[in-house]
Structures are given as C-alpha cells and as structure tokens.
C-alpha cells in the first residue's frame, strides 16, 4: 500500500510542479491590467482619463497586451507544463507540445464541422461563453480551457519521454527527434479528438453542476476550500485547488482572476454589496490570513523569543512577514513554525479559513488571493468609493483577526514550549536566518574547498550540500521545481539526511513523503535546480569532489592545434545561430583531430570523411566537423583513422586533413566541436580567445 502511495505522491509532487511553470507569470500580467483599469477611470483620474484622450490610448493599448496570458491560457499551458515533464530537451518537448495541442483542437473542429450534430454539439453558433465553443489561435474548437491543455500536455510529455531518442533507421534521420515525436502525436490525436467529441460535452456539463453546487455552498464552501488550500501547502499539492478556482472553470468560466477583471469597470460603479455582485470571489479570499493573519504569527513568535534574542529573531521575521504581506509569498514565514510545530501549522490553516469565511460573511468578494499589492490594485483602489464600508469592515475584522492569531500562537508556544526562533538553546542556530548569515555561516567550511581565488556563490553551496543530503547522485531518480521548493524523488528515502542538516545549509525546511521530497529552497530555487541538475550530470565519482564555486569537473580538451573561438563566430549559420548545439571551433594552425576525452566513436562520415560524432563520460554528444561546407569534397583530403563503435583516450587521433586543399577548394577550415546535447549542460562553460594544444587545453568544462 506503501508503494503506491509513494508513486502517487511522486507523480502529484512532478505534476505540481509542471503546472506552477505558466502559473508565475500571472502575478505581473493581472496586476497589469489592473493597473490599467484604473488609469482609465475617469472617476480617479478626471477628463484625462476619458475615451479618446492620449492618456486613455496608453493604457488601452497596455491593457491590451497584459490580457495575452489570460486571453491564451490553453496555449500558455500546453506550452509550458511539459517543461516540468520533460527528462531531456524541455524545449523541444515545449515546441512539440504547442503543435500536438493545435492538432488536437484542427481534428476536433474537424470531426465536428461536419458531424457535430452526433456529438451533440450546435458548431454553426459562434463561438463564446455558455456556447461550449472556444477559439483556440484562431481554431474553432470546444471550450476546454487550461483543463484540456494540461492533459493533451501531460500526454505529448510522456510521448517525449517514450519516443524522443527512439533509434530509426538513418535512411529517416530527417524524421528523428522532435519529428518522430509529432509523427506519434499526430496518430495519437485522431482518436484523442474523437474520445473527446463523445466526452468533453458531458464534462462540461458536470462541471457546470459542480459549479452551482460551489455558488450555493455559501461560508462553508469559501471556509473549506481556504482550509484545503492552506492545509495542502506542506504536501506540495495545493495548485490542485486553487488553479482550477483562480485561473480555471471551477467555480466561473475563464477562473476568478479573468472574470473578476473583466468585470471590474462594472462592479466599481455599483453600491450593490459586493458578494451579491460577485459570490465566486468569496474563493478568492485565501490571501486575508497572508495580510493579517501571519503578522500576528511573527508578533507571537517574536513575544515568545527570549529577550537577548528578540533583535536577532526580528532581524528574521521582519522581512519574511513583509514579503507575506506585500507579496503573498508566505512559505519562508509558514515553515518557520511549520517544522517545530505542525500544530501550529494546522492552527494556521483553521484560523484563515475562519478569516475568509467571515469577511465572505460580512459581505465581501473580490480577488484577495495575493498580498497587499494585489488588495490595493485590484480592489480597493478602483472599487473604494462604492464599496468604502466593506472594505472598512474588512481591515476592522483582519485586525481582530491579528490579535486573535497573536494570543493563540503565543499561548500554544508557551504551553507547547516549542522551540520557534529565538527560543532555541544557546548552542543551536536559528532556523530561519538571513542571507548575510548563511554566507558567513558557510564561508569558514566552504572556503576549504574551494580553489585559491576562485568566488565562492551560495547557489553552488546550496546544492552541492543538498545533493549530499539527499544520498548522491545515485539516490535522486527526478527533480522538479515549482517557485520556492526544489522538488525531488529518491531511490532511497532512508538516505537522506534529517531535517536540520538541510536548514543548517540554507533551507526553509525539508518536506518527507515516501519517496518524494520537497526542498524549502526560497526564490532562488531555479538557479539553485540548475546548479544541483548539473551535480547529476556529472559522473559520479566528480559529482561528490566538486569544489565550491564551480558547474561541474569535467572538461573537454581542444580537438586541434589552433585558436579557440566561440560557436557564434563560426562562418555558417547552422553552427553559428547554434542548430546543431552549443560549443566553441578551433581556426587550425595542424591537420589533426585528436580526442578531446575518453569517448566512444558514435559517427563517422564514411563518404566525405569531414565528421566524426562522440559520446563522452558524462553523457555529452558531441559533433566534431572539420571545415564549412567540407562534405562537397567527398572525402578529397582527409584521413579517417576511427571506426564507429570504437573506444578512444583523449588525444587519440581521429581524423587527418589537409588544410591546403580545403582552402584551395574555398572552403574554411575551422574545425567545430558542437555538443549537440549542449541543452542538458546549463552550466556548459567555454573557454575562447586562446591558443589551444590538441588534447591538453581544455575549452569546455562542465
């Protein structure tokens, strides 16, 4: 039972963080057309705001634009879920998906152009909201939203990881890669969009149901749903509330945020209350407990510090408590009594489902679900004088609200004895600390070993010491990200370390669950994901040696004699805008080609004799090609001197040529060292701009 539980808790923990990847760009485009709703508000801003001035024209065409994500959130999804799906090549899976997805929606307005009577579908109506119908980039389609998105995206992820490096005969190279993949898709859709001609009209009318059953579940359903979105944070799987609420047709077509914006110019010329305007926005009230509930969290733990630690626990709740507040960012707060308490955490999450359940009560309705940003731009400033009282009341009761979280935390801190931040014996460190704190914290053991000079970055620091206390390289089987937490499924779960040693290198906490893991990383965590992705990739033995500071230890040496120069510099568009991938070409000064490191011979070029292809120890293809256009000489002056399948050293010989028939023949002789797989290697370094020795300078290092 254990088993499946884990594997359901791995994949829920991958999808989660697949479905976060478009969710970050939300923030900025809604507070933008907010925004710009304002500014074109005659009653804020007088007749300069009036339709037809130059300043309404601005903010016309500004507002315009911030609605793209909103406006093509199928797409937005389809594109970007299968990043986090993904094992290799994210970026081609993101193209293959876009397409797949217009497949998809091409069959289906097909199949129902001409028999969309069987399905029961009217598709001669326009389309628009209550037809079913949607337009999909100009695509007439059903109205699937982000829901059909996410699906036909999981699918085209799991066909890139199925079918991407599938071996096909070199007579169809032409059709390997990104073109098998969409060749699968292609037969895969035909009966996909057929399946859905049947289904997806009774979807909707189930989800039409569902969303009735929500609009008249009244306090306790805005009380449950804020509950189940709080209580869910720990485990990682709360997107799977709020995105259908927020952003998807869970409880209005289109998600709370869109409708709410799209209607905002309505509900600020209207005295009617609030709730009555708008009962869906009583789900998007969850972010109250950020503005005033967490304030009184931080005031209780503070309280509770011993006094010659309340400057320094200050000092850590101060600015965790304001980013809760203006931002809605509140994990780095919550996992501060999160993992000393869980009780706390569980108290926390009934005292904001009580908070929104209570201002849903006294009236209010909107689109509360960030921080203080968000109630100034998309509430209270355009609505404020039409709904003035509400939002009175409002602050009125979050503030009772903050006491009330000051006196329970205190209370259960003292009673509990817990030890929150500044309550710690004197020998124990804190936590939560600073930025500067950890550096210092870090430095005397980081700088053992790192090189002599070499600048040391807290990033490289985190994820070498989370690698570690994960179990190493072999223990991670997957890594995911979503905004703050770096996202992990291991082998292995009794090899990771406890909870403290990943606080003690800079964490916010550590989430257990099975086999899935959850590092509380912070912001950072996107860099911090690329840094430990590229631990992995290294072998093994180089993963656990590789000082501070540094990408990876491996290195490539030159493949000739010669000046080294960047790929972007080589006279060919294909190798210079870099459609065979990343790496650096050497202007030969010899006419050999040796080894850059031990590898296997995957390719030669048995006709022209120009090209030899790599496989490297940490997994690295590379693709060494002497001279431009070179293949037009059908081997004239050139020696092969490997075979395919052949086993070489670094600086083994592999090709001789002759410079000057190349040139006699008005071709270049720069000879490219492209690492086709340059994707998988974001920390890929190039070394240019010297004089390189075949076989013993390096020019690329990992």
Same mark, same amino acid.
């Given at each position: 039972?254990?088993?499946?539980?884990?594997?359901?808790?791995?994949?829920?923990?991958?999808?989660?963080?697949?479905?976060?990847?478009?969710?970050?760009?939300?923030?900025?485009?809604?507070?933008?057309?907010?925004?710009?709703?304002?500014?074109?508000?005659?009653?804020?801003?007088?007749?300069?705001?009036?339709?037809?001035?130059?300043?309404?024209?601005?903010?016309?065409?500004?507002?315009?634009?911030?609605?793209?994500?909103?406006?093509?959130?199928?797409?937005?999804?389809?594109?970007?879920?299968?990043?986090?799906?993904?094992?290799?090549?994210?970026?081609?899976?993101?193209?293959?998906?876009?397409?797949?997805?217009?497949?998809?929606?091409?069959?289906?307005?097909?199949?129902?152009?001409?028999?969309?009577?069987?399905?029961?579908?009217?598709?001669?109506?326009?389309?628009?909201?209550?037809?079913?119908?949607?337009?999909?980039?100009?695509?007439?389609?059903?109205?699937?939203?982000?829901?059909?998105?996410?699906?036909?995206?999981?699918?085209?992820?799991?066909?890139?990881?199925?079918?991407?490096?599938?071996?096909?005969?070199?007579?169809?190279?032409?059709?390997?890669? #990104? &073109?098998? +993949?969409? /060749?699968?898709?292609?037969?895969?859709?035909? *009966?996909?969009?057929?399946? =859905?001609? %049947? $289904?997806? !009209?009774?979807?909707?009318?189930?989800?039409?149901?569902?969303?009735?059953?929500?609009?008249?579940?009244?306090?306790?359903?805005?009380?449950?749903?804020?509950?189940?979105?709080?209580?869910?944070?720990?485990?990682?799987?709360?997107?799977?509330?709020?995105?259908?609420?927020?952003?998807?047709?869970?409880?209005?077509?289109?998600?709370?945020?869109?409708?709410?914006?799209?209607?905002?110019?309505?509900?600020?010329?209207?005295?009617?209350?609030?709730?009555?305007?708008?009962?869906?926005?009583?789900?998007?009230?969850?972010?109250?407990?950020?503005?005033?509930?967490?304030?009184?969290?931080?005031?209780?733990?503070?309280?509770?510090?011993?006094?010659?630690?309340?400057?320094?626990?200050?000092?850590?709740?101060? #600015? &965790?408590? +304001?980013? /809760?507040?203006?931002?809605?960012?509140?994990? *780095?707060?919550?996992?501060? =009594?999160? %993992? $000393?308490? !869980?009780?706390?955490?569980?108290?926390?999450?009934?005292?904001?489902?009580?908070?929104?359940?209570?201002?849903?009560?006294?009236?209010?309705?909107?689109?509360?679900?960030?921080?203080?940003?968000?109630?100034?731009?998309?509430?209270?400033?355009?609505?404020?004088?039409?709904?003035?009282?509400?939002?009175?009341?409002?602050?009125?009761?979050?503030?009772?609200?903050?006491?009330?979280?000051?006196?329970?935390?205190?209370?259960?801190?003292?009673?509990?004895?817990?030890?929150?931040?500044?309550?710690?014996?004197?020998?124990?460190?804190?936590?939560?600390?600073?930025?500067?704190?950890?550096?210092?914290?870090?430095?005397?053991?980081?700088?053992?070993?790192?090189?002599?000079?070499?600048?040391?970055?807290?990033?490289?620091?985190?994820?070498? /010491?989370?690698?570690?206390?994960?179990?190493?390289?072999?223990?991670?089987?997957?890594?995911?990200?979503?905004?703050?937490?770096?996202?992990?499924?291991?082998?292995?779960?009794?090899?990771?370390?406890?909870?403290?040693?990943?606080?003690?290198?800079?964490?916010?906490?550590?989430?257990?669950?099975?086999?899935?893991?959850?590092?509380?990383?912070?912001?950072?965590?996107?860099?911090?994901?690329?840094?430990?992705?590229?631990?992995?990739?290294?072998?093994?033995?180089?993963?656990?040696?590789?000082?501070?500071?540094?990408?990876?230890?491996?290195?490539?040496?030159?493949?000739?004699?010669?000046?080294?120069?960047?790929?972007?510099?080589?006279?060919?568009?294909?190798?210079?805008?870099?459609?065979?991938?990343?790496?650096?070409?050497?202007?030969?000064?010899?006419?050999?080609?040796?080894?850059?490191?031990?590898?296997?011979?995957?390719?030669?070029?048995?006709?022209?004799?120009?090209?030899?292809?790599?496989?490297?120890?940490?997994?690295?293809?590379?693709?060494?090609?002497?001279?431009?256009?070179?293949?037009?000489?059908?081997?004239?002056?050139?020696?092969?001197?490997?075979?395919?399948?052949?086993?070489?050293?670094?600086?083994?010989?592999?090709?001789?040529?002759?410079?000057?028939?190349?040139?006699?023949?008005?071709?270049?002789?720069?000879?490219?060292?492209?690492?086709?797989?340059?994707?998988?290697?974001?920390?890929?370094?190039?070394?240019?701009?010297?004089?390189?020795?075949?076989?013993?300078?390096?020019?690329?290092?990992?």
């Amino acid at each position: 039972m254990s088993l499946s539980k884990d594997v359901f808790m791995q994949n829920m923990q991958r999808f989660g963080g697949a479905m976060y990847t478009p969710v970050i760009l939300f923030a900025f485009f809604g507070l933008t057309v907010a925004v710009s709703i304002v500014c074109k508000n005659p009653g804020l801003f007088g007749s300069i705001a009036d339709k037809g001035t130059l300043w309404y024209d601005f903010w016309y065409i500004v507002e315009q634009g911030a609605w793209t994500v909103f406006a093509q959130m199928p797409i937005l999804f389809a594109i970007a879920v299968p990043i986090g799906f993904a094992k290799k090549e994210p970026a081609r899976c993101a193209m293959e998906s876009f397409v797949i997805y217009m497949l998809f929606n091409y069959f289906i307005s097909a199949i129902l152009t001409l028999h969309g009577s069987a399905f029961g579908v009217d598709f001669t109506q326009p389309a628009g909201a209550g037809t079913g119908l949607a337009m999909i980039a100009n695509v007439k389609t059903l109205d699937m939203g982000m829901l059909g998105a996410i699906f036909i995206a999981c699918c085209t992820a799991y066909l890139h990881n199925r079918f991407y490096d599938t071996n096909i005969p070199d007579w169809l190279g032409i059709f390997k890669g #990104p &073109a098998f +993949v969409v /060749a699968v898709g292609f037969a895969v859709m035909i *009966p996909m969009a057929l399946v =859905f001609c %049947f $289904v997806w !009209p009774m979807v909707q009318h189930a989800i039409e149901q569902f969303q009735f059953f929500l609009k008249t579940s009244g306090i306790v359903g805005v009380w449950a749903y804020t509950f189940s979105e709080k209580i869910l944070l720990p485990a990682g799987l709360h997107h799977f509330i709020y995105l259908p609420f927020i952003f998807g047709p869970a409880i209005v077509d289109g998600g709370i945020q869109a409708y709410w914006l799209g209607h905002i110019n309505d509900f600020m010329t209207s005295a009617q209350s609030l709730r009555e305007l708008f009962p869906e926005g009583g789900f998007a009230l969850h972010g109250s407990g950020k503005v005033f509930g967490l304030p009184g969290a931080a005031l209780a733990i503070y309280a509770c510090a011993k006094p010659e630690k309340r400057k320094k626990t200050a000092a850590l709740l101060i #600015p &965790a408590t +304001v980013t /809760a507040m203006l931002c809605g960012i509140t994990e *780095p707060l919550e996992f501060t =009594f999160l %993992f $000393v308490a !869980p009780l706390l955490f569980a108290v926390h999450a009934v005292l904001s489902a009580t908070l929104s359940a209570t201002l849903y009560a006294i009236g209010l309705s909107g689109n509360f679900g960030g921080g203080l940003i968000d109630a100034f731009v998309q509430n209270w400033i355009p609505l404020f004088s039409y709904h003035y009282t509400t939002y009175i009341l409002q602050i009125a009761v979050g503030l009772c609200f903050t006491a009330i979280y000051f006196f329970v935390f205190r209370w259960l801190i003292r009673f509990k004895d817990y030890k929150t931040p500044g309550r710690t014996d004197d020998d124990v460190e804190d936590k939560l600390f600073t930025k500067a704190d950890y550096k210092a914290k870090q430095a005397n053991g980081a700088a053992a070993d790192a090189a002599p000079g070499m600048k040391l970055d807290e990033r490289d620091i985190k994820a070498k /010491a989370f690698l570690e206390g994960l179990g190493g390289s072999a223990n991670i089987k997957d890594v995911t990200n979503c905004a703050t937490r770096l996202r992990v499924t291991v082998n292995d779960p009794d090899l990771v370390q406890p909870i403290a040693v990943f606080t003690q290198a800079g964490a916010h906490g550590l989430v257990r669950n099975g086999h899935a893991f959850q590092v509380i990383v912070g912001l950072s965590v996107p860099q911090v994901r690329e840094r430990f992705e590229a631990l992995l990739t290294a072998p093994a033995s180089d993963a656990t040696e590789i000082a501070v500071g540094t990408e990876k230890s491996l290195a490539f040496a030159a493949v000739a004699d010669g000046k080294v120069i960047d790929m972007s510099e080589v006279k060919d568009e294909m190798f210079s805008q870099k459609m065979m991938g990343d790496g650096v070409a050497v202007e030969p000064t010899g006419g050999l080609v040796v080894a850059p490191a031990d590898a296997e011979v995957t390719m030669v070029m048995e006709d022209s004799l120009h090209a030899v292809g790599l496989r490297l120890a940490n997994g690295a293809e590379m693709l060494i090609h002497i001279g431009v256009d070179t293949v037009k000489l059908g081997g004239k002056g050139f020696e092969l001197l490997v075979h395919a399948g052949d086993k070489v050293a670094q600086g083994a010989p592999l090709v001789k040529f002759d410079r000057a028939t190349i040139k006699e023949a008005g071709y270049q002789d720069t000879v490219i060292m492209a690492v086709t797989n340059s994707g998988e290697y974001p920390l890929m370094k190039k070394h240019t701009g010297m004089t390189a020795e075949a076989g013993k300078t390096d020019v690329l290092t990992f």
